[in-house]
């Protein structure tokens, strides 16, 4: 069973766009995760196939109607779908590395990308949605939440990243930011690697990067360490 996603959009031609190169675009051609992109405007009202309305109490924008949405879920998804139905909102729960694991060991996702002012929040409630923002402030849709949101899934699967990539030691792990990297030339433009990582001795390693984490953690999150 591969990780499946379904997105609803009314853009479905921005899909799998930055996803479709690299390591996730590998991992999409030989199988190891599976894309569907679908018009939600098929399912749009009339000879115009409208798919919003104006909002209800007035004020500016429009609202994606909550009929048009479900019959566009509805034709997308079983009943028996056990994936999570995922809005992206910038009123959702912020998106963390936690519920990207948990979304990445199960069988995938159905996405719904907002546009305008949102969607009627009836469809919210009626079809069980969950909210999901990734960050706080305002795009225009909710296409390129959806690819941020997949993007961390997808790097997560099991074969995607090769095998000596574990995912264990980044950011957010264990809780932490992670330690600074170096890589050759030993000296550049003056300043050289730290000692200890040319040194050899992994426990002491080990022991630096810990300390260096917790450090640049304390320093630009101490939030994190409060949890
Ligand atoms: N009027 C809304 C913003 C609508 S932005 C408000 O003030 O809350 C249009 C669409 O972009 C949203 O429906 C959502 O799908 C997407 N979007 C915007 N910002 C987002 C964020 N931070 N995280 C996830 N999706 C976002």
Known sequence: MVFRATILSLYPEMFPGPLGVSLAGEGLKTGLWSLESRQIREHGLGRHRAVDDTPAGGGPGMVIRCDVLAAALDAAVKADDARPRLLMSPRGQP???????????????????????????????????????????????????????LDACVRLIPGVMGKDHSGDEE?????????PHYTRPRDWEGHSIPDVLTGGNHAEIARWRRAEAERITHERRPDLLKG
């Open 95 to 149: 998106l963390r590395q936690a519920r990207v694991r948990e979304l990445a060991a199960g069988p995938g996702a159905i996405i719904i990308c907002g546009r305008f002012e949102g969607v009627d929040q009836r469809v919210i409630e009626a079809r069980g949605l969950e909210e999901v923002s990734i960050g706080d402030y305002v795009l225009s849709g909710g296409e390129i939440a959806a690819m941020v949101l």
């Open 171 to 179: 950011s957010f792990e264990g809780g932490l930011l992670e330690y």
